[in-house]
Structures are given as structure tokens and as C-alpha cells.
């Protein structure tokens, strides 16, 4: 694995305009970064990327058929009283999963470390699956990178036969998100157009505009009922919300699935560690009350239950406290996770993002920062298989 500067393509910015890549400049700076890329080996994708997120996907959903059946596990993981049964139930039925995104911190020398699962809402899916795969052709058809260079990225492809998987028969589906949010508005938009691919019907709902009917059915804007819904929108925000006491009720088929809320809980890593203690791809975790987390010493990272793009997450190395960017998480609670920074190239650190599409690895997306928390302002960089 070598981050090897390079210079952009002639236009990039007015084809990423044309392509509705809106969000390649975020508040002024950069997002998207093409003066540089990452070059893997084959190996170091098929044994040291996809292997791990293959059998780490495996070890997850065990991990649900374990806590859905106790009211403890959920308790530590803050799920609502009133909302437990519609988490298990959800897992009894195995509703379907259509992706999710782990994040690894990996060099190419050592087994990559699990920092967390997004599990639920994770974005910058437009520019794995499409924007850096026209990158690669870009650079193939300009002879800057060899004719068989390649790319860990089949996802795309993957999404399109998973919806079709999910809904047989095409159908009417509803995608929300917040409609005021650029990035989240076209990640949505994208997933819309990979599921009219796949012979279906979408019709998008700002989250704020869902309405509910007098017979607990969830509505969209026009008054017709939401029966299958794609959101961009986390269940532990949904489970407190009004109507999170009416998600049964309404008979909505929700995708994410209520189960993930499970996954997508930073409180899953010391649930994984407790049950896998030494996997070579995870790190020692802890919850912050347990006595054991102490073990981990002066060094180690403060992750919040809940947050975002690295929010609230404090870096503690040697008993000095990293700043934090404070958006106000934590108030549920608190894990420790034994500190691994992510490896540093030329003054950067990239965190590799790998693709879950069902049950099947389907390529990474690549995100650095001159800091060691990779947060919402993190460039994007693209890769390629070069060896």
C-alpha cells in the first residue's frame, strides 16, 4: 500500500458538476482529493481488506442473534425500553440489510484494525462505487496508470442486484433523508437511481414532511402510505422521536432494518471484543463503567455510543487529551477502545472505509485527514490496484 502523489485530471470539477457530484467541496474545502492515490497490491485487497470484512460481517450478525434475546445487552447499548421488541422483532423476521461500511485502519503490513461499523447510515457511497471508478477509467485512458489496473469496487453492481434481491418485483419504494443536507440529498438521490435500475419505483420524502395517519400508518407528503422506506436517517434519533412508539404500527418495511441499531452502536465493540478477545482485526474495547477498561492504560480512545464523522471522540495517548470536536454526543454513554492511530503517509491518515452489500464485501472508499480523526471535512482520495 503507497500514497502516490499525482496531478488531476483536466475538468474533473465540471464532469463531477455535470455528474450531480455536488458535495466535492464541502463549505469551501476540498472533499474530493485526486492529487493523490492510493495503490494496493491484489493480496493486500483480497487477504488484508475483503477477507476481514467478510468474516467480521459474520461475526456481527452473531453478535445480534445474542443480543436481540437479552434485555441487558440492550440496555448497555441504550435501546429504548419501548423499542426492543421492535429491534428483535426485526431480527426474528431477518428483514433484510441492504449495506453498511466498515472502517479499518490498515497499512498493508499488519491485519487491519476495526475502528467501527457504520452500520446504518453510512454516506460517501456515490463516490466509492461511481465517481472514483470514472476516475480510474479517466486515468487507464490518459496512460497514467497501466491498461490492468484495477479497482476493489464492484459495488455499484452489487446494489443494484441487492434491490432487486429485496423487492423481486420492483415496486413503490420511498427514500427520506434531510432534504437540507447536500451530501445526504444526493447519496439518497444515487441510491434512487440504483434502485430504478433494479426495476423499481422511488419516490423520495423529506424525513421532516413524514406524516402519520389516524391509523398509525407513516404517510409522504402527498398522503400516500410509505410501505417500504428507505432512510437516511439513524434509529437511535428515530427510536426517540414521537413517533418512534408508532414504527410497528405503521407496518413500514425500513431499510436499514430496526436490527442494525445494534451495529451501528459504538457499543458493538466491546461486545465483539468480549466474545472474540484477540481477533487480529479488533481492538481491545471496553464499556467505560467496566472496571476491565482500565486495563487499557493511559492510551486509549473515548468513543461516544452515538456520533457522527468523529465527533466527540477523544484521543487519549499517555494521559493527554487530543482536542475534540464537541457536537454534543455522549450524553448515553461512553466506550473505551485501545488507541491504534491510523497509519500515517506523507503527513496523512487515511482510514479505509470497506463496503458490505448484503452479506458480500464490495470495495472500499478511502478517507484521509492531517489529523488522526477522520471527520466530516476528511478528503476523499480514490485507489487502484496496481500489482
Not at 324 to 338: F, M, N, S
Not at 364 to 382: A, C, Q, Y
Request: charged letters at 30%.
Amino acid at each position: 500500500m503507497k500514497r502516490i502523489a499525482t496531478t488531476e485530471r483536466p475538468g474533473w470539477d465540471e464532469k463531477a458538476e455535470q455528474l450531480g457530484f455536488t458535495w466535492r467541496h464541502l463549505d469551501g474545502a476540498r472533499y474530493w482529493d485526486e492529487r493523490a492515490y492510493y495503490a494496493f497490491s491484489l493480496a493486500e485487497i483480497e487477504e488484508g481488506i475483503e477477507a476481514p470484512a467478510r468474516e467480521l460481517h459474520a461475526m456481527c450478525l452473531d453478535l445480534v442473534d445474542d443480543v436481540v434475546t437479552s434485555e441487558e445487552l440492550m440496555a448497555k447499548l441504550a435501546i429504548p425500553e419501548a423499542s426492543r421488541d421492535d429491534v428483535a422483532e426485526s431480527w426474528a423476521r431477518r428483514d433484510p440489510t441492504l449495506y453498511g461500511r466498515f472502517d479499518f485502519a490498515y497499512d498493508g503490513t499488519g491485519p487491519a484494525k476495526l475502528y467501527e461499523y457504520n452500520a446504518d447510515t453510512p454516506t460517501s457511497i456515490y463516490e466509492s462505487g461511481a465517481f472514483q471508478w470514472i476516475w480510474l477509467e479517466d486515468m487507464i485512458a490518459a496512460d497514467r496508470l497501466p491498461a490492468d489496473a484495477d479497482q476493489f469496487n464492484s459495488l455499484h453492481e452489487k446494489l443494484e442486484a441487492r434491490f432487486r434481491a429485496i423487492f423481486p418485483g420492483g415496486g413503490f419504494v420511498h427514500f427520506a433523508s434531510d432534504a437540507d443536507s447536500v451530501e445526504d440529498r444526493q447519496t439518497v438521490k444515487y441510491l434512487e437511481d440504483i434502485a430504478g435500475q433494479a426495476g423499481i419505483e422511488p419516490k423520495f420524502v423529506p424525513v421532516g414532511e413524514i406524516g402519520l395517519t389516524a391509523d398509525q400508518r407513516f404517510v409522504d407528503q402527498d398522503g400516500y402510505v410509505i410501505q417500504a422506506l428507505f432512510k437516511l436517517y439513524p434509529w437511535e434519533e428515530m427510536f426517540r422521536e414521537e413517533y418512534g412508539a408508532n414504527i410497528k404500527a405503521s407496518k413500514t418495511r425500513f431499510l436499514e432494518p430496526a436490527w442494525k441499531a445494534v451495529l451501528s452502536n459504538k457499543g458493538m465493540l466491546p461486545l465483539l471484543w468480549a466474545r472474540n478477545a484477540g481477533h487480529p482485526n479488533l481492538l481491545a474495547a471496553y464499556f467505560e463503567d467496566d472496571p476491565r477498561a482500565a486495563e487499557l492504560g493511559a492510551s486509549y480512545v473515548r468513543k461516544p455510543l452515538f456520533s457522527r464523522e468523529g465527533a466527540n471522540i477523544e484521543l487519549v495517548k499517555q494521559g493527554r487529551k487530543a482536542r475534540v470536536l464537541d457536537l454534543g454526543y455522549g450524553e448515553e454513554g461512553h466506550i473505551r477502545q485501545a488507541l491504534h492511530e491510523a497509519p500515517a503517509f506523507e503527513g496523512a491518515y487515511p482510514v479505509v472505509g470497506a463496503w458490505i452489500v448484503g452479506d458480500e464485501p464490495a470495495g472500499i472508499g478511502i478517507r484521509e485527514d492531517r489529523s488522526r480523526v477522520t471527520k466530516n471535512l476528511s478528503r476523499f482520495i480514490p485507489h487502484a490496484i496496481v500489482g
